[in-house]
């Protein structure tokens, strides 16, 4: 898989593209004075650039909230970093600057060109070591939070907390990873994630002004591997993010009082997404039940790739042959949700031949003569009438049946004759 | 003469805090960055902001590059997943209704509207962005599905199965008036 192996047309084809758009004025100058602060922040604090994201995220969710919340983001000056929340108005200064000692008595800010010496919190609690430094601070309604974070990790920060009136309390100990902070009309909601994205856990204060001591976790159904770009919905006062479940990701509304995740919108939507994902049936083997298991997951993700993965060159989807992820995907395109189908006919009892090959429906691989009562109420249920089993009385089953192969691999999904 | 300076050399003074020396680097792969972004973002301000991004994350952090894979791979990483977190970001300020400023045409945007009717790459747009960039990084960039494995941190055989769709789409795309494969159903 070394080499590139180009489609001349495709490549003939892009080549008629028109070259990229050189730069705007003033981006080489925009870049070098970004260099610049970065190399003024890497000599105090390698982790600037974590922190740079949060605060820019912060100062995102400011926009986003509006009204009750004062935040004074830190913005990406990681060894500079303190910030006082004082009145409850809607502002966000920018990149205010100090060191970050654990006690003091006054902090020096900077909003725009004038310089404010404003009271600061006393940071108490049980910090590690001077390089604890403060990401940003708010003010939501009565309760003052300071998330505080040990800026000296690569990836991500450990050693996280709240404080409140300059109080840790809520300590999440060492955690690598990304932390963000998220008021909002409901309350103040974490996220915490792995360095690598994937997501850990979420907590909610309660009610706007609720001490971070009282944060509970709040169990998200289906969790996301990974949530990201959170915010509220201050119309349906929801948060709204991105999320990846096992396939590309999908908007997502999440229901904060139940954790209740909803997908809004999918780049590759199938009519299986986010269907229930059926157990195994008794009776799989350990390799069957793998099989079975990817399979229902994919469906339920519409993973087409994985889909892609576990259909094997002899998988047949068609009498007539052809790649099975197009006629899927053909289907799909055309109102018939052949996966649906799919998931539904998986979802019921299989019956097995003497070599322990699996098949669904049961119906399948029997005699029509020899189907029982309570096979055919499992087609009903399955969507198929009467008059098919007329049909089949004759001729035999010939609706949807998909087959997994005693060593686990996937053979079929077809139907008709 | 003298001896243009090797991308180790210039890591290491850039790793230094050298700006020179990463701007050097960058600019050597500006170009390739560009196309990949433009396309993917498709505006130009909407490219200048991802790349800063980017490039500011590649300058903070080299400290993690090994030299395992080339400069110019490590960084289309880096591009790349800026870029997509630039298109969710993009698409969740659309789904919550948050107003978004559109960028304000300039002589050269102006020109770009008129190029995004163009065949090519109207079926381009027709692709998703994972599937955009597979085409992009093989077919016009050149690279190894094993570095665009890398690239998109995916492995080598999805790459070859997202390619292949993005290909049939995008051919399609390109003529739609085609015979489609028949499905006997």
């Known amino acids: ?417 | 003469m003298v001896e243009p300076e090797s991308d180790t050399d210039l890591v290491r003074r850039a790793r230094a805090g050298d700006h020179t020396a990463f701007t050097t680097l960058v600019r050597e792969q500006d170009h390739k960055m560009r196309g990949l972004a433009y396309q993917l973002l498709g505006s130009r301000s909407q490219m200048d902001d991802a790349l800063q991004d980017a490039y500011l994350k590649a300058y903070v952090g080299l400290s993690s590059f090994r030299s395992e894979s080339a400069f110019g791979t490590w960084l289309y990483r880096i591009v790349y997943t800026t870029c997509i977190d630039h298109i969710r970001r993009r698409d969740r300020r659309r789904e919550v209704g948050l107003h978004v400023v559109p960028d304000q045409p300039d002589v050269l945007e102006t020109a770009e509207v008129v190029e995004r009717h163009d065949e090519v790459r109207n079926a381009l747009d027709s692709l998703t962005p994972d599937h955009r960039a597979a085409l992009l990084l093989v077919d016009r960039e050149g690279l190894s599905y094993d570095e665009v494995a890398h690239v998109m941190d995916i492995t080598p055989g999805t790459v070859a199965s997202r390619l292949s769709r993005a290909r049939t789409a995008f051919k399609a795309a390109l003529n739609p008036n085609s015979p489609t494969p028949e499905t006997n159903r």
């Open chain 1, 1 to 417: 898989m070394n080499e590139p192996i180009q489609d001349p047309d495709i490549t003939e084809a892009l080549d008629r593209l028109a070259p990229p758009p050189l730069h705007g004025p003033g981006f080489w100058d925009e870049l070098n004075t970004g260099l610049s602060n970065q190399t003024a922040n890497r000599a105090s604090s390698p982790a600037h650039g974590t922190i740079r994201s949060l605060a820019v995220a912060a100062a995102a969710l400011v926009v986003l909230v509006g009204g009750a919340l004062v935040l004074s983001s830190t913005a990406g000056d990681g060894d500079q970093n303190i910030d006082v929340a004082a009145e409850a108005t809607t502002t966000t200064t920018p990149a205010p600057t100090s060191t970050a000692p654990t006690t003091a008595a006054a902090v020096t800010t900077t909003t725009g060109p004038a310089q404010v010496t404003e009271p600061r919190p006393t940071l108490v609690g049980t910090p590690i070591d001077d390089s604890w430094v403060v990401l940003y601070s708010s003010s939501i309604a009565e309760g003052d939070y300071i998330s505080r974070a040990q800026a000296s990790i690569d990836c991500g920060m450990k050693d996280l907390a709240f404080a409140r009136d300059g109080i840790i309390i809520h300590d999440y100990g060492e955690r690598p990873g990304a932390f963000s902070y998220h008021p909002g009309p409901q309350g103040v909601l974490t996220r915490l994630s792995t360095c690598s994205g994937t997501f850990l856990e979420m907590s909610i204060g309660s009610e706007l002004g609720a001490p971070a001591s009282g944060f509970e976790p709040l169990a998200l159904t289906p969790e996301p591997i990974v949530l990201e770009d959170l915010g509220w919905d201050l119309v349906d006062k929801v948060m709204v993010g991105t999320a990846i479940f096992t396939a590309d990701p999908v908007s997502v509304r999440i229901n904060s009082g139940t954790g209740e995740v909803t997908v809004v919108g999918s780049t590759q939507t199938c009519s299986s997404f986010g269907a229930a994902v059926p157990s195994a049936p008794a009776g799989l083997n350990a390799d069957q039940r793998a099989t079975f298991d990817a399979i229902t997951a994919a469906l339920a993700a519409c993973d087409w790739d994985t889909l892609d993965e576990l259909t094997p060159p002899t998988f047949m989807a068609s009498f007539g042959g052809g790649d099975p992820i197009e006629l899927w995907q053909s289907s799909e395109a055309s109102d018939e949700p052949i996966l649906a189908i799919l998931l539904a006919h998986l979802s019921v009892q299989p019956g097995f031949d003497h070599g322990g090959f699996a098949s669904w429906p049961r119906a399948a691989g029997e005699f029509w003569e020899d189907v029982t009562p309570e096979m055919q109420a499992e087609l009903l249920d399955l969507g198929y009438t009467r008059d098919d089993f007329e049909s089949y009385a004759e001729i035999g089953y010939i609706g949807y049946r998909t087959g997994i192969d005693a060593d686990g691999t996937w053979m079929y999904y077809v139907a008709g004759d």
